[in-house]
């Protein structure tokens, strides 16, 4: 298993331009997330999807869009560019169990990727 | 309030001594507790969950307490090798809303030699 992958490792991007990160994983996770964190701010949640599918937002969702076409792929986008979305993006998988009683739902993360945008 | 809270530190502690932090959360409805360490521009990785009763993995303890709201971290012993960020997280339960998973902001630790 590769576990959690994320591309690209490191991007520079010029204010107002759009990329795309991607997230993948191979361990048949209902539950994928992304963060991202800046110093001093820990893991802020941005969006986090349940299933293929379906998607929720975060505590930061602004400037972001995800999709969850597949449970394998989790990309998020960044529509324009800012200076305040530089940070490092860490994608995160799960099982998720609702059923009754306690759930237990360790994270596994992406090793992250370095955005900078001037 | 934010919904989970933790001492950023750091905590500076000589090797071989015992060291403990908290973490707050504000939603009572919260099921599941994690602990995960995160060394320097790494992933955060799990290091424990919490359980109800409590839990103990070698120098490390974990403890909930729910009328409270918090879940602590204890490690005795420390080594030079327990320098990290330590990140709680909390699964929270919402009403009509999906569950999701919020992380504190971490806590540094040095354990100095």
């Known amino acids: 298993n590769a576990g959690v992958t994320q591309t690209p490792k490191f991007q520079v991007l010029k204010t107002g331009q759009s990329m795309t990160l991607q997230c993948a994983q191979d361990?048949?996770?209902?539950?994928m997330s992304w963060y991202r964190q800046d110093p001093g701010m820990g893991l802020r949640l941005i969006h986090y999807?349940?299933?293929?599918?379906?998607?929720d937002q975060g505590e930061v969702p602004n400037g972001y869009n995800v999709s969850r076409s597949t449970t394998e792929d989790f990309p998020l986008r960044l529509l324009s560019a800012a200076p305040s979305q530089t940070s490092v993006y860490f994608c995160?998988?799960?099982?998720?169990?609702?059923?009754?009683?306690?759930?237990?739902?360790?994270?596994?993360f992406g090793p992250g990727t370095r955005l900078t945008v001037l | 309030r934010k919904e989970v809270e933790q001492d950023p530190g750091p905590f500076n502690v000589p090797e071989g001594a015992t060291v403990a932090f908290n973490c707050t959360y504000s939603?009572?409805?919260?099921?599941?507790f994690f602990w995960y360490r995160q060394d320097c521009r790494k992933e955060p990785k799990l290091l424990m969950s919490?359980?109800?009763s409590g839990n103990e993995d070698g120098r490390f303890t974990a403890q909930l307490n729910r009328a409270s709201q918090y879940i602590s971290l204890l490690i005795r012993d420390s080594k030079l090798s327990d320098s990290a960020t330590y990140l709680c997280?909390?699964?929270?339960?919402?009403?009509?809303?999906?569950?999701?998973?919020?992380f504190g902001k971490g806590t540094r630790l040095h354990i100095l030699p």
């Open positions: 939603n009572s409805a919260s099921q599941s």
């Open positions: 999807s349940v299933g293929a599918g379906i998607t």
């Open positions: 997280a909390v699964l929270e339960t919402l009403m009509n809303r999906d569950d999701k998973i919020i």
């Open positions: 995160a998988s799960s099982y998720h169990q609702t059923t009754s009683g306690p759930t237990y739902n360790e994270q596994f």
């Open positions: 361990m048949n996770h209902e539950y």
């Open positions: 919490v359980y109800s």
